[in-house]
């Protein structure tokens, strides 16, 4: 199960304890909101390992005090059913994938693709393709290229890196 849906699922028990006029400890609360930023820092820098053992180790203090207080109040089932959810693997797997969102700088007529500089896509070739297409650049620090300009020319530079992948 990713991180931020186990997040939401215990997010949601929270809510119901609070709604039967249970009150939830402070370091419960801190730990569900430290648990959120982290996974927000985690969307964008995946690298410090301390990270995962940090959200992993407040998940389990919030869960291990949510299904206790859930079956005092609200009996076995309803736990059953928490830990379903929490079993059920989802369909979005925020864990292994990237979110890529709002990239400052760029203007907002512009389209964009970011592509990843391998072996096989080097930067001379990615920076060669844009210029004959005439884009713009901008090399970014986590390894990917941000490619930018009009649509039509980004369909353009997308089709010849395509055509040069290709040939490979």
């Keep these: 199960m990713s991180w931020e849906r186990r ?11 609070f709604r039967a006029g249970e009150m939830i400890p402070p370091n ?13 820092i985690l969307k964008i820098d995946r690298e ?5 053992s940090r959200i992993e180790e ?7 005090y949510v299904l206790s207080a859930a079956e005092k109040r609200f009996g076995e089932k309803y736990v059953e059913g928490v830990l379903r ?17 709002f990239r400052p700088g760029l203007p907002r007529e512009e389209r ?10 080097p930067l001379e070739i990615i920076r060669g393709l844009a210029d004959e297409s005439g884009l713009k650049i901008r090399v970014e620090c ?6 930018y300009g009009g649509e039509k020319e980004l369909k ?11 040939s490979r």
Excluded: H
């Design 85 to 101: 959810q929490l079993c059920m693997p989802g369909a979005e797997e925020v864990e292994g994938g990237e979110r890529v969102g």
């Design 58 to 64: 407040c998940l389990s203090n919030v869960e291990a």
């Design 156 to 166: 353009d530079f997308i089709r010849r890196m395509a055509e040069k992948m290709g």
């Design 142 to 147: 986590d390894g990917y290229v941000l490619v």
């Design 112 to 121: 964009w693709v970011r592509v990843k500089i391998t072996d096989e896509t």
């Design 7 to 17: 997040w939401r699922v215990l997010s949601d028990v929270i809510t119901d304890l």
């Design 28 to 40: 419960i609360i801190n730990d569900l909101r430290s648990a959120k930023v982290i996974l927000e």
């Design 48 to 52: 410090r390992p301390e990270n995962v």
